[in-house]
């Protein structure tokens, strides 16, 4: 299983982006797959996942109501449209898939493969 994660940049607060995750090897609608961040000097933190039946899990706190997760399965590819960025949003993104349909989808620990990642710069 190979992601491709793209769709980063540098952007104002304020601005859009919206990222994807290509998806070859398994189906996206056949796994979990999350979204996932790590800021300098934090630890990577959990933003979003959607499972493989469609269901998509509860945001983290500091990006609801602002990005929403999607999929397209004749694309094979999952989305983060990420909107009103702030500052403390500047990060490196990854996309992960858990080829096991794990319970706990929110753990970093649940997902078998990763992408490369992708930087998000908000600026002021």
């Known amino acids: 299983v190979q992601l491709q994660a793209s769709g980063g940049g540098l952007v104002q607060a304020g601005g859009s982006l919206r990222l994807s995750c290509a998806v070859s090897g398994r189906n996206v609608n056949n796994v979990n797959m999350g979204w996932f961040r790590q800021a300098p000097g934090k630890e990577r933190e959990f933003v979003v996942a959607i499972r493989w039946s469609g269901s998509i899990t509860a945001y983290a706190d500091s990006v609801k109501g602002r990005f929403t997760i999607s999929r397209v399965n004749a694309k094979n590819t999952i989305y983060l449209q990420m909107n009103s960025l702030k500052l403390e949003d500047t990060a490196v993104y990854y996309c992960?898939?858990?080829?096991?349909?794990?319970?706990?989808?929110?753990?970093?620990?649940?997902?078998?493969?990763w992408g490369q990642g992708t930087q998000v710069t908000v600026s002021s």
């Open positions: 992960a898939a858990d080829s096991r349909r794990s319970v706990a989808v929110y753990s970093s620990g649940s997902y078998d493969y």
